[in-house]
C-alpha cells in the first residue's frame, strides 16, 4: 500500500470540512435551531416588515380614502367612453370582446351615476352603450340561431326576430 502525499491528504481534509459545513449550512436555513429576529437598521428605525418597538403602541393601517364623489363620477364617464369608443371601433359588431366591452362600460356609467345621479353626460353616453349592445345583443342572437337551427332560412328568421325584438327594446325602455 502505497501513502498519500501530504498535500493530498490537507486537500482531502479540506474538502471533507467545506462539504460538512455546507451540509450544516443548508440544514440551518431549512429547519433553524432558534427563532430569528430582524434586526433595526443602524439609524435605530426599525425596518419595513419588522414588528414595532417595544414601548411604542403599533399603528393601525388606515383603509385607503375613496374619491370624492365628483371625482367618481367623471373617472366614470371617462372610463365608460373610453370603453365605448374602443368598443364601437370593433369590425365586428357582435364579437365577444365588443359585448363585453360594452357591459363594462355600461357597468361604469352606472356607478358613475349612482355618484352623480343629474349628470346628463353620464346619462347619455349610458344611453348610447345600451343601445349599441342592443344592436350587438341581436346580432349574437341571429348568429347563434343559425348555428343552432340550420336548416331554417335565415331569411324568414331574422324578420320574425327582428320585430319581436323591437317589441321587447320598446316596452323594456332602452
Avoid at 399603528?59 to 367618481?72: F, G, H, I, K, S
Avoid at 347563434?144 to 323594456?172: C, H, N
Wanted: glycine share 6%.
Amino acid at each position: 500500500m502505497q501513502w498519500l502525499p501530504r498535500e493530498e491528504i490537507t486537500l482531502l481534509l479540506a474538502t471533507l470540512v467545506a462539504h460538512g459545513l455546507l451540509v450544516l449550512g443548508t440544514l440551518e436555513l431549512i429547519w433553524p435551531t432558534r427563532p430569528r429576529r430582524p434586526r433595526a437598521a443602524r439609524n435605530g428605525t426599525p425596518r419595513a416588515g419588522s414588528p414595532p418597538a417595544r414601548g411604542r403602541p403599533p399603528a393601525a393601517p388606515r383603509p385607503p380614502e375613496p374619491p370624492p364623489v365628483e371625482d367618481r363620477a367623471a373617472l366614470a364617464f371617462r372610463i365608460g367612453r373610453a370603453l365605448l369608443e374602443r368598443a364601437l371601433r370593433d369590425p365586428d359588431p357582435a364579437s365577444d370582446p365588443r359585448v363585453r366591452m360594452l357591459c363594462r362600460a355600461i357597468a361604469c356609467l352606472e356607478r358613475g351615476l349612482e355618484a352623480a345621479p343629474g349628470d346628463p353626460r353620464l346619462r347619455e353616453v349610458l344611453a348610447a352603450a345600451r343601445e349599441a349592445l342592443a344592436k350587438s345583443d341581436q346580432r349574437v342572437a341571429f348568429r347563434w340561431l343559425s348555428a343552432v337551427l340550420p336548416l331554417r332560412p335565415a331569411v324568414l328568421v331574422q324578420p320574425a326576430l327582428e320585430s319581436r325584438w323591437a317589441g321587447l327594446t320598446s316596452r323594456a325602455g332602452v
